[in-house]
């Protein structure tokens, strides 16, 4: 989220015009002349108007080429007579069409010259509508209502939120077909997967992250046993470490509405499939970088681009800047050059 840059008007003095209200001299036309407004002729001897060098039939004449002086209203396009606001090089007659190009806030629905805009310009909120706590899902400033762990969701996310687990297993098994037979990206070993309170996520997580924007979690566990080679005499020729069990399981915040909780899964499954596929990536940039491509490109395949610009406008060093890397990688080298990048990433290479 980043703060929107104030926008101030500043009055300006009233314009008075003076030319208008003035009499112009009358002269006598010593000769033949032509208006500047109209281009009639002005017969030798007749009166004519005289203003700023140039000469006019008429009075409407010497008004309506004074007019066109007069600055314009980059709104209604009117010519301002009296006095005016203006608002980064552009001016306005009235404060109605000053606040008519002032950006309107998601939340309320009140034009605003102040306020913030989210990062990725879901939303544009009001200080007003600021002061209001976050959706924990979306971030939006909302008076939604509170969940029992004092979770804050707004109406929109609520439509779709996720709490029972059953229902969550379905979306996780459908979620894991799309990456396996659409997008090339399945593992065929058996995930546990729960959906969890906070507190829990947090807990298992073992992070010092902010509570509030974990929404997933991927662990594995692997047990190992030391293998001992010994010759015909019983000396130790060699010693290594074996796998014996491994264990995969994820987990997912409950409460997320349906789309976003997918995106969370398909993440996790790719960390799922980094670890089965290209173990010993010790880079927390790589990894989670890799995770977000992953669950960008379910999101493309879905045509989610709402949650696709949250991931392409992230700054954050290990998620945002780790998902522009892999994704400069797999657009110059494909997913093949992707592959090759991963594996020189990996412990027993470095």
Partial sequence: MRQRKFIFFSGRGVRLLSFLFLLPFFLGASEKLKCDWCGKTIGAGKSYYRIKNKNYCSRPCADKSLEQSLPKCSVCSRRIKGGYLTSNGKTFCSRKCYESTLPECTVCGRRSAEGAL???????????????????????????????????????????????????????????????????????????????DQETLHRKSRSQSNVVTEQGLFEYLAELEKVVTRDLLGRKVSEKEEKTSELFNIYVLNGLPKERMEYVMAHELGHDWLVTYFP???DLQIKEGFAEYVGWLYNRLHGRDYLNRRIEANTDPVYGKGFRLIKSIADKEGFDGLKKFLNSKRKNRQ
């Fill in 118 to 196: 989210a990062a990725d310009n879901s939303f544009f909120a009001c200080p007003d509508c600021l002061r209001k706590p976050r959706c924990f899902s979306c971030q939006m400033p909302t008076g939604g209502r509170k969940l029992h762990d004092g979770r804050i969701i707004c109406p929109n996310c609520s439509k779709t939120a996720v709490f029972n687990e059953n229902t969550a297993r379905k979306y996780f098994q459908s979620v894991r077909n799309d990456l396996k037979y659409k997008l090339g990206l399945g593992t065929n070993h058996p995930i546990q997967f729960y959906l969890i």
């Fill in 280 to 282: 010993g990536i010790r």
